[in-house]
């Protein structure tokens, strides 16, 4: 009995023996596959960066390259453009400066003076003071004159407001110079508000009420050369929108029954106060500037 049973344990161990080699075979295999799966993928992989790599060099560098270059091209353009503005610009302010200092020692307002050389001097409140007729505290006050609001028809309104702050050295607003306007002539607005530009009425109260003195002229160019020769001058005029002369914030054109006024010139262009399209500091050459001709040109001084 014992022998059969010996013989049967062997051969039970033997065939265990044999399934154990089969499983770490197949564990083998297995962990062979894996890693052959994982080599193929890195080279795939690999393959796919390389492809990238190509398709950069390719086309992304000489992109690149390209945009690099037209960026230089573009700031070499710009400051050949403008470098010789810049230092025009600066000769004038270094006159302007010059006349100023010189302008203090012989009594002048240095804040109100003018070179007499063809280019109006002014401190900041020149350049800074500026009045809307739209989206301001007196934008729908009445302006008697026109019957209409100040943003829709108070033009001149706003203007002749620039004009007397400047030329005074005054803070009004343009709600006070309509009050004032409208005290002025006793509340008869057709006193200035007459069938054309009111102009000519804005001055007279200008005049009359603060002391200034104001000269007509036809001529726009005249009235420009009026103003660079000296003194503190500014120009109010209008259109009557027979023409599209006036000068908007983007370089347009515009046409409109407009009221503006010139405060700053070199000579040869002039710095206008638009409170409608324009905006502040629009500048005009004086060839365009003479358009805007339709009772002519007062100059205002003080």
Partial sequence: MAVPVVAAVANGAKKAAKVAAKIKYAGAYARQKINQYQEQKKSVEEQERAKRRRFFLMFGVPIIAVITILLFLLVVICVIYNYPRLVVESLFNYQDNAFQGASNAGGINSAYGATGMGSTSYDSSWESLYFKQCGEAWSDETFSASGGS?????????????????????????????????????????????????????????????????????????????????????????????????????????????????????????????????????????????????????????
């Avoid at 002025?184 to 003195?213: D, H, R, W």
């Avoid at 006036?246 to 370089?251: E, K, R, S, T, V």
């Fill in 150 to 302: 100040v943003c829709s028809a108070g033009c001149g309104l706003i203007a002749i407001t620039h004009v007397i702050d400047l030329l005074t050295g005054n803070a009004y607003t343009p709600s006070e110079i309509n009050a004032m306007l409208k005290e002025y002539y006793n509340g008869n607005t057709s006193a200035y508000a007459p069938g054309g530009s009111i102009v000519g009425k804005l001055v007279e109260f200008a005049t009359g009420k603060f002391e200034l003195k104001s000269t007509h002229y036809d001529s726009g160019a005249e009235a420009v050369a009026d103003m660079a020769s000296g003194g503190n001058k500014v120009i109010i005029c209008s259109d009557n929108g027979s023409g599209s002369n006036f000068i908007a914030a983007d370089g347009s054109m515009y046409s409109g029954n407009h009221v503006i006024m010139a405060y700053r010139t070199d000579g040869n262009n002039v710095w206008v106060k638009d409170s409608g399209r324009g905006g502040n500091a629009v500048k005009y050459t004086v060839e365009q500037f003479s358009k805007i001709n339709y009772v002519g040109f007062y100059v205002v001084s003080n």
